[in-house]
C-alpha cells in the first residue's frame, strides 16, 4: 500500500482501535488516574505481552546452554528473538548489537569505526540526540578528527541532501544522521542522503540512529546501505534497560571489545537475557497481528510491514486532525497563539512528534498546564544538553513536544485541542 496515496492518514476502525488499546498497558490511565499519554517520544506506551514476557520467563532462572530442557527453552526465545529483531531491520546481513541502551550501542560502533578507519573528518547532524552527536564529538576529539556538522531547515525540521553534498568528502570518516528527528518529527531521506554521500565517497560509514523512526515507520536495510543503526525497544512499545544495534559485515569485523573465543564479528559482552529477547519477538508479534488485521500472509516480515504502514496511517490521522481539527474544533494551525514548529505541509515527511509553542506563556509553565489539565507533554529547551542545540538550530530556545502513538485515539487529540484552547487563553 503506497503511504502517499493517505496524505491526510487513514484511522483505525473503532473495533481496531478498541483491540487495539487491549494490548497496551496504562492507556488511560497512571497511578493518579485518568490521564492521555502524548509523551511516547520520551518512552511509549508499553505493551502488556512485554511486560507478561519478563514474568514468564526471568522468573526461570536457567543459563543458557546447559543440558535440562529448560534452558532449551531459553535459548529457542533467544534464537527467535534474534529473527525478530532482523524481522524489523529487514537484513540477514552483518551482526546484532544488544547493550543496556541505545546511546551504549552508539558510542561503542562510532567508537570502533573512528579508532580504525582512515580520514580526517566526521560528519553529524545537528539534530542528533546527544548519543549520535556526543559520540562523534567525543571520538573526533580523541583521533584528532575534524567535526563537521549538517545544519536544519527549521521549515521541515529535517536535514536537507544539500547539507551532505556539502560536508562529506573524499575524507570523511564517517556520517552520521537520525531517521527522524526526536523534536521536530521531521523524517530525514535518509536514501538519498545514503546516495549522495556514496557518489562523493564511496567508503565513508553511515550511521543511522532509527530510534524514535522505528515505532513509526518502515525500517528496511535490504534497500539502504549504510554501516549501522540502532533503535531502543522502550521507544518501540517495550520495557525499558535495551538498546539495539545493527552493524555491516564490514563495521562488525572493525576491532571492537568483545569475548575472544567468539567470531571476530560478534558485538554481545556477556550474559544474554532472554526475557529481554523474548520482548522483541512481543513487539513484533503485536506489529504483525496489527498487520494481520489487514491482511492474510504467511511471511512474518510482510505482516510487520502491513501493520507498521497501518501505525503510520493511524499516526498521520491523529497528526492531521491535531492541525487541523474537526468541524466541532480549530486545530493547532488556527489557534490564537499558538505556533506548530517546522510546521512541513507534507505529512508522509513526518512521524507525530509536534513541537509547539505559545505565544503568552513559555514551554515549561505551557507543558505543567497540559499536565494539569491531564495530558501529558514535555518540554525540549536550552540549556538543557538533550535540547540547546537542536532548539537552537531551529532559531528557538525551547518547544513543547507532543508525541502520541497510534494507539491514541482521535477523541484524546480533540481533549488535547480543547486543553490547548484553554492554555492558549491564559
Ligand atoms: C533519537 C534518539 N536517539 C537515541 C536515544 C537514546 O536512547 P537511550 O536512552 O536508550 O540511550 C534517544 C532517547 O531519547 C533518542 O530520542
Same mark, same amino acid.
Given at each position: 500500500?503506497?503511504?502517499?496515496?493517505?496524505? *491526510?492518514?487513514?484511522?483505525? $476502525?473503532?473495533?481496531?482501535?478498541?483491540?487495539?488499546?487491549?494490548?497496551?498497558?496504562?492507556?488511560?490511565?497512571?497511578?493518579?488516574?485518568?490521564?492521555?499519554?502524548?509523551?511516547?517520544?520520551?518512552?511509549?506506551?508499553?505493551?502488556?505481552? /512485554?511486560?507478561?514476557?519478563?514474568?514468564?520467563?526471568?522468573?526461570?532462572?536457567?543459563?543458557?546452554?546447559?543440558?535440562?530442557?529448560?534452558?532449551?527453552?531459553? &535459548?529457542?526465545?533467544?534464537?527467535?528473538?534474534?529473527? &525478530?529483531?532482523?524481522?524489523?531491520?529487514?537484513?540477514?546481513?552483518?551482526?546484532?548489537?544488544?547493550?543496556?541502551?541505545?546511546? *551504549? @550501542?552508539?558510542?561503542?560502533? =562510532?567508537?570502533?569505526?573512528?579508532?580504525?578507519?582512515?580520514?580526517?573528518?566526521?560528519?553529524? #547532524?545537528?539534530?542528533?540526540?546527544?548519543?549520535?552527536?556526543?559520540?562523534? +564529538?567525543?571520538?573526533?576529539?580523541?583521533?584528532?578528527?575534524?567535526?563537521?556538522?549538517?545544519?536544519?531547515?527549521?521549515?521541515?525540521?529535517?536535514?536537507?541532501?544539500?547539507?551532505?553534498?556539502?560536508?562529506?568528502?573524499?575524507?570523511?570518516?564517517?556520517?552520521? /544522521?537520525?531517521?527522524?528527528?526526536?523534536?521536530?518529527? !521531521?523524517?530525514?531521506?535518509?536514501?538519498?542522503?545514503?546516495?549522495?554521500?556514496? %557518489?562523493?565517497?564511496?567508503?565513508?560509514?553511515?550511521?543511522?540512529?532509527?530510534?524514535?523512526?522505528?515505532?513509526?515507520?518502515?525500517?528496511?536495510?535490504?534497500?539502504?546501505?549504510?554501516?549501522?543503526?540502532?533503535?531502543?525497544?522502550?521507544?518501540?512499545?517495550?520495557?525499558?534497560? $535495551?538498546?539495539? !544495534?545493527?552493524? $555491516?559485515?564490514?563495521?562488525?569485523?572493525?576491532?571492537?571489545?568483545?569475548?575472544?573465543?567468539?567470531?571476530? &564479528?560478534?558485538?554481545?559482552?556477556?550474559?544474554?537475557?532472554?526475557?529481554?529477547? %523474548?520482548?522483541?519477538?512481543?513487539?513484533?508479534?503485536?506489529? /504483525?497481528?496489527? !498487520?494481520?488485521?489487514?491482511?492474510?500472509?504467511?511471511?512474518?516480515?510482510?505482516?510487520?510491514?502491513?501493520?507498521?504502514?497501518?501505525?503510520?496511517?493511524?499516526?498521520?490521522?491523529?497528526?492531521?486532525? %491535531?492541525?487541523?481539527?474537526?468541524?466541532?474544533?480549530?486545530?493547532?494551525?488556527?489557534?490564537? $497563539? =499558538?505556533? =506548530?514548529?517546522?510546521?512541513?505541509?507534507?505529512?508522509?515527511?513526518?512521524?507525530?512528534?509536534?513541537?509547539?509553542?505559545?505565544?503568552?506563556?513559555?514551554?515549561?509553565?505551557?507543558?505543567?498546564?497540559?499536565?494539569?489539565?491531564?495530558?501529558? @507533554?514535555?518540554?525540549?529547551?536550552?540549556?538543557?544538553?538533550?535540547?540547546?542545540?537542536? =532548539?537552537?538550530?531551529?532559531?528557538?530556545?525551547?518547544?513543547?513536544?507532543?508525541?502520541?502513538?497510534? /494507539?491514541? #485515539?482521535? +477523541?484524546?487529540?480533540?481533549?488535547?485541542?480543547?486543553?490547548?484552547?484553554?492554555?492558549?487563553?491564559?
Amino acid at each position: 500500500m503506497s503511504m502517499k496515496n493517505y496524505p *491526510q492518514g487513514l484511522l483505525f $476502525s473503532d473495533e481496531i482501535q478498541k483491540q487495539v488499546r487491549e494490548k497496551f498497558c496504562n492507556v488511560e490511565s497512571d497511578s493518579f488516574g485518568k490521564r492521555i499519554f502524548f509523551e511516547n517520544s520520551g518512552g511509549s506506551l508499553r505493551l502488556k505481552a /512485554c511486560i507478561q514476557a519478563v514474568a514468564d520467563i526471568d522468573s526461570h532462572p536457567d543459563c543458557l546452554g546447559r543440558h535440562q530442557a529448560q534452558a532449551d527453552v531459553l &535459548d529457542a526465545i533467544v534464537k527467535k528473538g534474534y529473527e &525478530d529483531l532482523r524481522i524489523i531491520f529487514n537484513t540477514q546481513k552483518g551482526s546484532i548489537i544488544t547493550y543496556l541502551s541505545a546511546s *551504549q @550501542v552508539m558510542f561503542n560502533i =562510532v567508537g570502533a569505526i573512528a579508532h580504525n578507519v582512515k580520514g580526517k573528518n566526521m560528519v553529524v #547532524s545537528v539534530l542528533e540526540h546527544p548519543s549520535g552527536f556526543d559520540s562523534v +564529538e567525543y571520538y573526533a576529539k580523541q583521533t584528532g578528527r575534524e567535526l563537521r556538522v549538517l545544519q536544519s531547515n527549521p521549515a521541515t525540521g529535517c536535514i536537507d541532501v544539500d547539507e551532505v553534498i556539502r560536508n562529506v568528502d573524499k575524507d570523511t570518516v564517517l556520517l552520521s /544522521c537520525m531517521y527522524s528527528s526526536n523534536t521536530t518529527g !521531521g523524517i530525514n531521506d535518509i536514501e538519498k542522503m545514503v546516495e549522495a554521500a556514496r %557518489a562523493i565517497n564511496p567508503d565513508v560509514y553511515i550511521i543511522v540512529d532509527a530510534v524514535q523512526h522505528a515505532p513509526h515507520g518502515l525500517i528496511d536495510l535490504s534497500k539502504l546501505d549504510i554501516d549501522a543503526m540502532d533503535i531502543a525497544p522502550y521507544k518501540f512499545f517495550g520495557c525499558r534497560g $535495551s538498546g539495539v !544495534g545493527w552493524v $555491516s559485515d564490514r563495521c562488525a569485523k572493525l576491532p571492537h571489545n568483545r569475548i575472544l573465543c567468539y567470531s571476530e &564479528d560478534t558485538w554481545e559482552l556477556g550474559s544474554t537475557a532472554p526475557h529481554v529477547f %523474548a520482548g522483541y519477538s512481543a513487539i513484533v508479534d503485536y506489529v /504483525c497481528w496489527l !498487520g494481520s488485521q489487514y491482511i492474510d500472509s504467511a511471511d512474518r516480515r510482510t505482516l510487520f510491514e502491513e501493520g507498521i504502514h497501518r501505525i503510520e496511517l493511524q499516526e498521520r490521522g491523529l497528526l492531521h486532525r %491535531a492541525l487541523e481539527g474537526t468541524a466541532m474544533l480549530p486545530g493547532l494551525r488556527s489557534i490564537p $497563539s =499558538v505556533q =506548530v514548529i517546522c510546521d512541513n505541509p507534507d505529512l508522509t515527511q513526518r512521524d507525530f512528534i509536534l513541537p509547539i509553542t505559545f505565544e503568552n506563556l513559555d514551554v515549561t509553565t505551557a507543558a505543567k498546564e497540559y499536565i494539569k489539565r491531564g495530558i501529558y @507533554v514535555f518540554e525540549r529547551k536550552s540549556p538543557n544538553h538533550y535540547s540547546k542545540r537542536i =532548539v537552537e538550530s531551529l532559531g528557538l530556545d525551547g518547544v513543547i513536544r507532543v508525541s502520541p502513538i497510534h /494507539c491514541n #485515539s482521535p +477523541e484524546e487529540v480533540d481533549a488535547f485541542l480543547r486543553a490547548t484552547m484553554e492554555i492558549a487563553k491564559l
